[in-house]
Each structure stands twice: as structure tokens, then as C-alpha cells.
């Protein structure tokens, strides 16, 4: 399995925007499909955005869709997650995710620790 690290969280006004990363301690990103959650508390961890191995193919949940865009950097060993015009409700633990397939429905088995988003209002 490969080891990831997320970084880039922070405290943001509504309105704003951060970059997440996720980099590998140990692996390498390329061999894998890789996706970003969520988790708010006393929610559910939520899906947010998936990408495929060359970056060519992208989903998002419709929550996010038109604000946030997940893109990588196969050569940087990096996972990027560009959040804009961020809300309230984005406010979670966002963690990185890796796997044997670039789905939303894929039962990824490498997860960083988390970084935290917190959007006042």
C-alpha cells in the first residue's frame, strides 16, 4: 500500500479558496486511481472528487461540481484537490484516497490521515 499525506487545510471565508495536496511518503502515485472525501462532523464520510491514472477523467459530487477541481501530477507524485468559492458547508476533514480503480463507488484501501477545512461564514 502506498503511504499519503495530505496538506493545505486551513481556515477560510465563505467566498475563498484553498489547495489541497497529497503526496506520497512512500510509493508512488501513478500506479493508482485516486479520489478526495470528506467527513464533517457527525456526518457520514462523503465522497468528493475522483481522478483517473493519467488525469484525463474526472468525477465530482454535484455539491462540488463547478467549484472544486481534482487534478494530478503524476511526475510530482502529487494529488491536487482546488477548492473555490467555498461554503459553510464544506467545512470537513478532507482526506486523500488511493486505489485499484478511479471510481466514486470504489472501495479505496489507502487513506492520509486527514487535513482540516473549516469555512466560516
Known amino acids: 500500500q502506498v503511504q499519503l499525506v495530505e496538506s493545505g487545510g486551513g481556515l477560510v471565508l465563505a467566498g475563498g479558496s484553498l489547495r489541497l495536496s497529497c503526496t506520497a511518503s512512500?510509493?508512488?502515485?501513478?500506479?493508482?486511481?485516486l479520489a478526495w472525501f470528506r467527513q464533517a462532523p457527525g456526518k457520514e464520510r462523503e465522497f468528493v472528487a475522483t481522478?483517473?491514472?493519467?488525469?484525463?477523467?474526472?468525477d465530482y459530487a454535484d455539491s462540488v461540481k463547478g467549484r472544486f477541481a481534482i487534478s494530478r501530477d503524476n511526475a510530482k507524485n502529487t494529488l491536487y484537490l482546488q477548492m473555490n468559492n467555498l461554503k459553510p458547508e464544506d467545512t470537513a476533514v478532507y482526506y486523500c484516497?488511493?486505489?485499484?480503480?478511479?471510481?466514486?463507488?470504489?472501495?479505496?484501501?489507502?487513506w492520509g490521515q486527514g487535513t482540516q477545512v473549516t469555512v466560516s461564514s
Open positions: 484516497a488511493a486505489g485499484a480503480a478511479a471510481s466514486r463507488y470504489h472501495r479505496y484501501d489507502s
Open positions: 512512500r510509493g508512488s502515485l501513478s500506479n493508482y486511481g
Open positions: 481522478v483517473s491514472w493519467t488525469g484525463a477523467s474526472t
